[in-house]
């Protein structure tokens, strides 16, 4: 079956870094974009960055510009979510999505914190 699991995740203070990982299965992921979203408590879910199925093209929310940098690697089903420079207001659940047409797939998402 389809399965998004997301990593990486945990309690960092403002400045760091994380890496996130999603690993994927029970889909061609090599066909799908790849999205990274995330959601405040209180908040709506936002889109944080997206990526082609190839990897040729991504874009990113105004607030992670040159913070954050989303990459995949087709050979192992993996889309990744490098977090640099990390604010308290980046606190929020991850959650990664693999869109194709009209299918779309979720992950359980990943908690970072950002707190000293």
């Known amino acids: 079956q389809v399965q998004l699991v997301e990593s990486g995740g945990g309690l960092v203070q403002p400045g760091g870094s994380l890496r996130l990982s999603c690993a994927a299965s029970g889909f061609t992921f090599s066909s799908y974009s790849m999205r990274w979203y995330r959601q405040a408590p209180g908040k709506e879910r936002e889109l944080v960055a997206a990526?082609?199925?190839?990897?040729?093209?991504?874009n990113y929310a105004y607030s992670v510009k040159c913070r954050f940098a989303i990459d995949r690697d087709n050979a192992v089903n993996t889309v990744y979510l490098q977090m640099n420079s990390l604010k308290p207001e980046d606190t929020a659940m991850y959650y990664c999505?693999?869109?194709?047409?009209?299918?779309?797939?979720w992950g359980q998402g990943t908690q970072v914190t950002v707190s000293s």
């Open positions: 990526i082609s199925s190839r990897g040729d093209n991504t």
């Open positions: 999505n693999a869109v194709f047409s009209f299918l779309s797939y």
